[in-house]
């Protein structure tokens, strides 16, 4: 049986203005730039620079009141303005005042561009000084397309064997593919081409200069690698017979060596991220002082040419139909411009007052730079501060960075979770964080401390935790477990 019934119901939904804006917030400077160079490209009613006497109240009033008369049900019975007229430029256009003073024979005046070698690419020109078979070749070339970004092949060598059928036709045996891997692994940088870490340190041993150190290194390596990754450290004098001193130059040797042989490379062809700070923060006469980059606050007005295009359909008395229609684009137009540049003034705002309130809860800290200084501090806190929501907060913290005096750091970084020390007072987890590493980097490394002995420790300093929580520190500042920490 149908029924038809009525239900009403609250909801609250967001406006397109603010969805663009909270985007807009959480853009960092760089991104942030982009967004504005795209919105001046696609609307030509908005422009930057700064414009004299510009008085946007009453010109946006103008807008509103032209809109309403766009609206009207009018009768359209004279053409008195003509639209193109306000479009047209009475400067002299660019083309005309532009020529080629350059002839067919000069040299050629653009700029060129770095082009790198990838690291593929790179082994690949290596194997044209090995003599290899055309088979051979093909499976060599593979086997280096197979190379990842860190040196190393990380597939069974059966499954490049069917890989090698399938995909290049090529039909062979593990023990050929085998044969040319071992030339593969001569090829720069020492270690490339390996399968797991035990043979990359190996194929970098072999290749040094054969010293007694190197010896029992590559000894350790090829015969008791496990107990050297758990630092089994007896188990190896006793198997190898030999002093502490021969053990630990063997060990050092291996230190030196490079896990990740890929990462070596540098061929000219990889992207270098550039941080740009959206805040500073300077230390003038005791106070803190806080700035936002200029480059966040950009000088934007409305085109005058069109809002004097709106003038002049308001002062008309008889419009025209496609006077009308175009008029309904420019304003739109303006519209567009009036939005976005109420939009970034809000968004300079409110970077500024979160970074504020974040600056004068922290303000021990951005005074000393001890990080033992950083308060307690979480979303919420800022967030009822300058009475905005927490997502709001988020924006800003999670992609922005602050150019202070002890180097540029992401906002996000100053929030930490709270914890009670032993005198009832509210630290900061960072500061545990901190005192943690310091008591580890001063350990004696021949007897590392267990996270039982950190959390006696740290217990004794005021700041009684559990020794799981202790663990989960200790791994958050990437440091291993105390047999790991060990040095002979």
């Not at 996000?412 to 590493?437: A, C, R």
Request: glycine share 4%; aromatic share 8%; proline share 3%.
């Amino acid at each position: 049986m149908l029924k038809q019934y009525l239900q009403f119901k609250l909801s609250q939904k967001l406006s397109p203005q603010q969805i663009q804006l909270m985007k807009l917030i959480q853009l960092p400077t760089q991104a942030f730039e982009q967004r504005l160079k795209q919105e001046l490209e696609e609307n030509p009613a908005l422009e930057s620079g700064k414009e004299k006497h510009e008085d946007y109240e009453d010109t946006f009033e103008e807008f509103d009141n032209s809109a309403d008369e766009i609206n009207d049900n009018e009768t359209i019975t004279a053409e008195d303005i003509n639209v193109d007229d306000y479009l047209s430029d009475d400067d002299i256009p660019d083309y005309r005042t532009q020529s080629n003073n350059y002839s067919s024979d000069d040299e050629e005046k653009s700029v060129p561009y770095a082009a790198g070698t990838s690291f593929t690419q790179h082994l690949t020109n290596q194997l044209n000084t090995f003599r290899l078979s055309d088979e051979e070749m093909d499976i060599a070339e593979f086997l280096v397309g197979s190379i990842d970004e860190s040196g190393y092949i990380r597939r069974s060598l059966n499954d490049i064997v069917d890989d090698l059928a399938f995909t290049q036709n090529i039909f062979t045996e593990v023990e050929t593919v085998e044969k040319v891997l071992h030339t593969v692994h001569l090829l720069d940088p020492a270690g490339v081409g390996a399968r797991n870490l035990q043979e990359c340190l190996s194929i970098q041993l072999h290749r040094k200069e054969k010293t007694p150190d190197v010896e029992l290194a590559i000894d350790i390596i090829d015969n008791a690698f496990e107990q050297f990754t758990k630092k089994h450290y007896k188990k190896l004098l006793q198997k190898f017979d030999v002093t502490e001193i021969q053990l630990r130059d063997a060990i050092e040797e291996i230190e030196h060596l490079n896990p990740k042989p890929g990462g070596s490379y540098s061929g000219g062809n990889k992207m270098v991220e550039h941080v740009v700070p959206d805040f500073a923060i300077r230390i003038v006469d005791g106070e803190l002082e806080l700035t936002l980059n200029g480059r966040n606050a950009p000088e934007l007005h409305v085109s005058r040419e069109y809002s004097n295009m709106m003038k002049g359909y308001k002062e008309s008395k008889d419009k025209s139909k496609q006077q009308k229609d175009a008029v309904l684009f420019i304003k739109q137009k303006l519209d567009a411009a009036k939005w976005f540049i109420e939009a970034i003034k809000q968004r300079q705002q409110t970077l500024f007052v979160t970074m504020s309130a974040i600056m004068d809860y922290q303000q021990e800290y951005f005074l000393t730079g001890d990080e033992r200084k950083l308060k307690p501090m979480i979303l919420k806190d800022i967030a009822d501060n300058i009475g905005m929501d927490v997502s709001t907060v988020s924006r800003v913290a999670n992609s922005k960075y602050v150019d202070t005096p002890y180097g540029t750091k992401l906002i996000k970084e100053f929030f930490s979770e709270s914890m009670t020390n032993d005198q009832g007072e509210e630290v900061s987890t960072k500061e545990i964080k901190k005192i943690l590493e310091t008591v580890i980097e001063e350990e004696d490394k021949r007897k590392p401390l267990t996270d039982e002995k950190l959390a006696s420790i740290l217990k004794e300093k005021g700041y009684p935790i559990a020794r799981r929580t202790v663990a989960k520190y200790r791994e958050q500042l990437d440091f291993p477990v105390a047999r790991l920490r060990k040095k002979i």
